[in-house]
C-alpha cells in the first residue's frame, strides 16, 4: 500500500500547526511522516522538505518551540481586502481561472516586496536540508507570466530552496522567486493543497492549516480532488484546524510570533486525532 501526505498553504503558523500535528500523531501511534510521497504547496513544501532531511519529528518541532532553533523570519501582514480589489481591477470581469492566475502573477510582478536574496535566506534557515531526498516530494508553485502550474521534483534539476521559495512566495507579499529566468508565486494560487497530485496512492492524507476552502478559484478545488481520489479507491482524510488550533494560529499566519502556540495547539490535535480511513 503507498502512502501520500500532502500540505496545505498556512503561512509560518501553517508550518507550525502541520509540524505538531504529525508530532502528536506520533505520539499517538499514528506517526505518518514517513509517507512513500510528499506534496507540498506555500507552508506545506516547508514542512514536507523538513520531513525529508532526516532529522527527526521531535527535532523538527524543537525548532518550532525553542526560540534558539527558529528560523530567521520577517514579519509580514497581508491585507487580503486590497489584495482581492487589486486583483479584481487586474483581471476584469467574466475571467477565466488561467486569466485570474495570470492576473495574481501580474499583481505579484508590480507589488514592491523585500528583496528576493533576503526571502531566499528566510527559506534557507528554515531548511535542515538543502537536498532533495530520495523519496517521492512535488512542490508546487505558479509561473507568474503565464499562470501555468510547475511542479518541482527532485528530476527537475532546481535547487531544494528555490522550489519551497517559489512554492512559498505569497502575491503581494513575497517577490516572485526567478529559477530558469522565469518568476514563479506561490503554489496556493493552483489550490490550497493541490490534492490531485497524490493520485495513485492507496492512501492519502491532506493537511489544510487554513481549512479547505480555496483562496483563489481553481480547476482542482480540494474538495473535487478530493472526490475523484475516492472514486479511484484511495482512502482519503483531510484534516483541518480544530478550535483551539484556529485560535494559536490567529488572525495573521504569516506572523512568526505564531509560531509556538500554533505547534503546541497542533500536537495536542493530533494527540487526541485518530485517523478514520475510508473511501467514503
Known sequence: MTEA?????????????????????????????????????SAGSAVAAQLGSGLSLEELYARQVDPALQSEEITA?????????????????GASVPELRRAVGRVALETRTVAESERRAVIESRLPSHGWPERALKIVAVE???????????????PLVDAVAASCAV???????????RRYVDGGVRSIANV??????????????????????????????????????????????????VAAIGT?????????????????????????????
Not at 501582514?77 to 470581469?93: N, P, Q, R, V, Y
Not at 502575491?171 to 529559477?179: E, F, S
Not at 502556540?261 to 467514503?280: D, F, I, K, V
Open 5 to 41: 501526505l500532502v500540505l496545505g498553504g498556512g503561512g509560518v503558523g501553517g508550518i507550525a500547526w502541520i509540524t505538531g500535528l504529525l508530532a502528536g500523531l506520533a505520539d499517538a501511534g499514528q506517526d505518518v511522516s514517513g509517507a512513500d510521497l510528499l506534496v507540498g504547496t
Open 77 to 93: 501582514e497581508m491585507d487580503l481586502e486590497k489584495f482581492a480589489a487589486e486583483i479584481g481591477a487586474a483581471m476584469g470581469s
Open 144 to 158: 507568474a507570466e503565464s499562470g501555468e502550474p510547475r511542479v518541482f521534483e527532485r528530476a527537475s534539476g532546481v
Open 171 to 181: 502575491p503581494g507579499v513575497w517577490p516572485p522567486v526567478t529559477i530558469g529566468g
Open 196 to 245: 490531485d497530485l497524490a493520485a495513485g496512492a492507496d492512501r492519502v492524507l491532506v493537511i489544510v492549516p487554513l481549512g479547505p476552502a480555496e483562496p483563489f478559484p481553481s480547476e482542482q478545488p480540494l474538495e473535487r480532488s478530493v472526490e475523484e481520489l475516492r472514486a479511484q479507491g484511495a482512502e482519503v482524510v483531510v484534516v483541518a484546524p480544530d478550535e483551539a488550533s
Open 252 to 280: 495573521n499566519a504569516l506572523d512568526p510570533a505564531t509560531r509556538r502556540p500554533a505547534a503546541e495547539a497542533g500536537r495536542a490535535q493530533g494527540r487526541a486525532l485518530t485517523l478514520r480511513w475510508g473511501r467514503g
